[in-house]
């Protein structure tokens, strides 16, 4: 099936209600890993990652810390708005989107606390507000600490829990600035960390911050239409090296979730090197594509009609990520955020 003339439709299936997860397995490292080798599949725990990796191998994380980007406000009225914040433009300048949208209006205040307001600047016909803050950047994010709470995906139909903050933040998570954690990360404890390092695998990390826009439908057909949402990513000059001795000396690249890969690819060239990047991506991952960074992919399940669905599949083989889907959802793993993950091997 050629690139061109996939449709949105080939990348729906139905998932059962019960397998989509609400909380993390515990010990994180304890989950259900799918491995996908071309059409072959295997059962294992997550743990069992360190059977498939080598000394001298590179495992490739990202960084980036989730912000507490999710609050609770009333407006003019005395009305609850529920705010997620999306995008930070400027000093002062919020992106976010609010529910019920209907309900808020320009001009207006919403009060998280008395010491914490924001007024609504702009709407855009997209659902997005732009909010507006008199408070330094330093105060800004004091305030946001103290009030906000972990933005769960809304996938999730729950409240947000206080297990929720540690849950949803990767052991490694370094630098603030996503909206959403890089999920194929949480699986990863301290112990196996150190497990790796110890068998003689390089841990690098990358930095990609996670906007809402990772979970917004896609609204096309075709999904040659579709626009792919931007994102700020780096990788170093260090990192960047590493990853190419490992490669000239013949050994894997495994990188670690949808981010991670976008990034690496943002950075390759055609001849596979990766380099030094520091800006804005909106490359999109599709099959057909030639992915020249990464050996094998972490990751976990994904929504229907997604775009990180469609990059598995152009990872390991469109009808490879239907049938081990299939498999998954037969053998009763856990889907998405919160759920198992799948070692994927390049196809």
């Not at 009060?111 to 330094?136: C, S």
């Not at 849950?167 to 959403?180: D, E, M």
């Not at 981010?259 to 990047?277: I, N, Q, Y």
Request: charged share 25%; aromatic share 12%; with cysteine.
């Amino acid at each position: 099936m050629k690139f061109s003339t996939m449709k949105l439709s080939d990348f729906d299936f139905e998932l059962p209600e019960g397998l989509i997860a609400k909380h993390p397995t515990e010990p994180r490292d304890q989950c259900k890993m799918l491995v996908v080798d071309n059409d072959h599949f295997d059962d294992k725990k997550f743990y069992e990652l360190l059977n498939y990796v080598n000394a001298g191998d590179v495992v490739v994380f990202n960084d980036t810390k989730v912000l507490p980007s999710y609050l609770k406000a009333y407006n003019n009225n005395g009305a609850l708005i529920n705010i997620n914040l999306h995008k930070y433009k400027n000093d002062l300048i919020w992106e976010a989107f609010v529910k019920p949208a209907k309900r808020v209006r320009v001009g207006e205040k919403l009060v998280v606390a008395d010491d914490f307001v924001f007024e609504i600047t702009a709407k855009d016909d997209g659902g997005i507000v732009y909010l507006k803050t008199n408070y330094d950047t330093k105060e800004f994010f004091n305030k946001l600490d103290y009030y906000g709470k972990m933005p769960i995906p809304p996938y999730i139909k729950r409240e947000v829990e206080s297990g929720d903050e540690q849950n949803y933040q990767t052991v490694y998570a370094k630098f603030s600035g996503s909206v959403a954690a890089p999920t194929a990360g949480l699986h990863f404890t301290d112990d196996l960390l150190k497990r790796l390092v110890e068998k003689g695998v390089s841990l690098e990390y990358v930095t990609l911050h996670v906007g809402a826009g990772t979970f917004m439908p896609v609204k096309v057909d075709h999904i040659k239409d579709h626009v792919m949402h931007s994102e700020y990513c780096e990788i170093s000059f260090a990192t960047a090296n590493k990853i190419n001795q490992a490669k000239a000396n013949g050994n894997k690249i495994i990188a670690v979730g949808t981010t991670t890969l976008r990034t690496l690819e943002s950075a390759v060239d055609k001849d596979g090197l990766v380099r030094s990047f520091c800006g804005n991506t909106n490359i999109f991952i599709t099959p057909g594509a030639k992915i020249k960074s990464a050996d094998m992919l972490i990751t976990n399940f994904h929504l229907p009609k997604s775009t990180l669905l469609m990059l598995v599949s152009a990872f390991c083989g469109y009808n490879n990520i239907i049938n081990a889907y299939k498999h998954a959802i037969n053998n009763q793993y856990r889907f998405f955020s919160y759920g198992d993950a799948c070692l994927l091997f390049k196809a």
